[in-house]
């Protein structure tokens, strides 16, 4: 059997993602360098922005390494004020520090939680230890799914702490916080399957939606940036889009819902959250930023409360002047932008779910298993498939059933506690079991500490039942890295493509978006390109393929096109910032590298057993030996086009390796296909 890539080993028939050794959990993770800053907005807001430069977490949502933030703001009424969310435990110090120095932690009356995780608790708890016993109790408003999980979350010795502290209310759509002196707080509950207890917080005084998780990115501060979308939608729009596509569209159909009890419009004339400092340097944009603090402090800016009140009520809809997410900028330059291409990336991927779609269900007990079926998820959608994403540990067995009878393949994961699977997914497993289709493909995930029976149990059931698995069993042992991350995506891409397949068996077929003339197509092939070998790698993930949709772009710096397929499994490998290595491939010498790279393969297997290759010591991309030259690349750009990506890079470097070599050039008879 061939080899595996990373960390990644065939036993048994099924794979292996080890983060670990055997014998010892793994080392703790190297901890980014962070701060917090502070940003001034609208009328008494605040923004304290928990900046991180490197990538906070093997996550798919982090893949583009572009650091994130973690934010939360002060809003101030003349009787009372309130917290909106508290960041990660990485945090914690220097956001309270943050907290005294804006406000003083104990004129806080109210924190409003817009999304919980344990991560945050060791956060909030600190928050109140730094209350002074004096202090009246801190009150917690939330959703009830955040009511519970807090609750759960807290230890014996933490609870009677935290009930002398603080109180807890669970609020639904539409119940209002008064602040005083007409600052109303409205709140909209906004679960999804991954974000259950989700909640949305909208400011009748300034038009700010605080949206929590939706419409954010993961990108960080850097150097001179104020917190806002002052790049607009060409600094930023790739990383919403990302973001999108990662963690919203594999709940579509839940994101359809929230965008309507959102039920947003932007205001027709809006006021500056930050305008352009006139000098430059660090002096001059806090120089701006204090003016515009200044003009909004003084009350002075033309009745902004008395306009939202009556465009609302011309519209019947919530109008905003900016949208505060947990993650990433303020948005006030591109905010029409957004909202529009939020709704058309919703409609695209219903679309997608009305079409054929793979169910991707599963529990977690502490991140891990989720992340691997976020990757699963990703997969899926690269290959141009519906995705519908259900934690069963925050849904019914009936609701497992009706998921499952809408779907054409499904994957399920699960932890090992106790040596089992957890007791909701044997009772999804159940609902599977029961009225299933046998000939549905299907696929099993799951992570686990020392042991890992989950899997076997549920790759047993499943074999019992008379399924067939599109993927090996897929176990990850502690967190899972980059390498593990990329199997589950690649896995995904395999069961969509076998979902795919066996709908054409049954003659469902999925609609093309264009129909091409024969006679195009034909002109369309006489377009030649050089056969090249294109290599990339990130963390211990690494991948090859075939590329001969190749062009030199640029002189100066020197640069080039690739065209990649968007369910190419080297796809989340190459995006902006990415290394990659082009081989250009010999003439008399390429049949051989084409015919092993056309090969059909398992997720990971390593596709270079039979090929010559070297690796480059710049940025350990590995070369084809054999190869007319190379070049090795950094990816500036990524182009959305149809069913590919273009990506410009320029060459960081490059070798001749047989001057007396020609370039192989890949002719085709028609333009629909390689």
Known sequence: MAMRQGATMARRGRVWAASGS???????????????????????????????QERFKFEVEYGKKRGTTDNAYIVRGENASALIDVPDRAFAEAFIQAVEKE????????????????????TLMALLKARSKSAPPLQIICSNPSKQLLLKSLERKMADFFTERATLKAVRTNDPLDLGSGRLLTFITTPTPRWPDALCTYDNQTGLLFSNKFFGCHVCDQEGQAGVDTGGWDEYGEDWNYYYECLVKPVAKQATVVLEKLNLAVKNERPALYKEAESSGMEGLEASLRKVWDFFASGNYGGLAESLQSERKATGRNVVTGICPMHGPVVERSLQQLLIEYEEWNTVARKLLDEVCVAVIYASAYGNTAALANAMSRGITKAGVGVESLNCELSKPEEVGALIERCGGFAVGAPTLGGHMPTPMQMALGEILKDCDRSYPCGVFGSFGWSGEAVDEMESRLKDGGFTFAFDPIRCKFKPTEATLQLCEESGTDLAQAVRKANKKKGLKVESQ???????????????????????????????????????????????????AKDRAVESLVLEGGKF????????????????????????EDRTTTIETEVSENNQCVYLKDAVSYVECTVKNRLEAGDHYILYATVDDGKLLDDGATTAVHFRRSGSNY
């Open 22 to 52: 055997a014998q010892a959990p793994p080392k703790p993770e190297v901890v980014p360098q962070k701060d917090v800053r502070v940003l001034k907005l609208l009328d008494g807001t605040v923004a304290l922005r928990g900046n991180v």
């Open 103 to 122: 406000i003083g932690v104990d004129k806080l009356q109210f924190l409003i939680v817009g999304h919980f995780s344990p991560k945050r608790m060791d």
């Open 514 to 564: 264009y129909s091409v003339d024969r006679g195009v197509a034909q002109a369309v092939g006489r377009v030649v390109g050089s056969l090249c070998v294109l290599s990339a790698k990130s963390g211990d993930a690494k991948q090859i393929m075939l590329a001969s949709w190749v062009s030199q772009a640029s002189f100066d710096p020197p640069g080039l096109t690739v065209a990649v």
């Open 581 to 604: 290595n082009l081989s250009m491939l010999a003439e008399g010498k390429a049949k051989p590298v084409v015919k092993e790279l056309s090969k059909p393969y398992r997720p990971q």
